[in-house]
């Protein structure tokens, strides 16, 4: 059975920390797909916001992380497609919450208010935690989001 793959994209206020958790993600064995930006140079968040849906709804990716510099404008942008569920954590508390509680399908993390050591924390805990279903999903069910 093919293994999921994890989705990284970023803008550039995300690209330091894309890159430590790229290299964290290899070194743990998972299978990445990098939706980039590369480089420090300017881009727009959306687009990477959209990059990370469109991954996702292919089934090229099961589930993703997305930096932008606070994390709060790529996590606006990606809730806007339907079948994304894009949590903004902060800690290894909110980071287990979003997958027990909210089905999170994708981490959002802030690379210019995070540190390094929280932000692997987070993804380590994202990666291993499961939904826990019952009243959990008759939340996220109400919300009108579809389950990938
Ligand atoms: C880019 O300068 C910055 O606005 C962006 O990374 C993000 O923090 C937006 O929410």
Do not use: W
């Amino acid at each position: 059975m093919p293994r999921d793959v994890i989705a990284l994209a970023s803008d550039h206020g995300g690209v330091d920390l894309k890159s430590l958790l790229k290299d964290e993600l290899l070194k743990t064995g998972h299978d990445l797909l990098d939706l980039g930006t590369e480089g420090p140079q300017s881009v727009d968040y959306p687009d990477f916001a959209e990059a990370m849906a469109e991954a996702i709804r292919s089934g090229k990716a099961k589930n993703g992380v997305l930096i932008c510099g606070t994390g709060i404008g790529i996590s606006i942008a990606a809730n806007r497609y339907p079948f994304i569920r894009a949590a903004l954590v902060n800690d290894a508390t909110t980071a287990r919450l979003a997958r027990s509680h909210n089905d999170a399908n994708v981490l959002v993390l802030g690379g210019r208010t995070m540190g390094a050591e929280v932000a692997k924390d987070c993804l380590k805990i994202f990666l291993e935690t499961p939904f826990e279903g019952g009243r959990h999903a008759r939340r996220v069910e109400k919300m009108g989001l579809a389950r990938t």
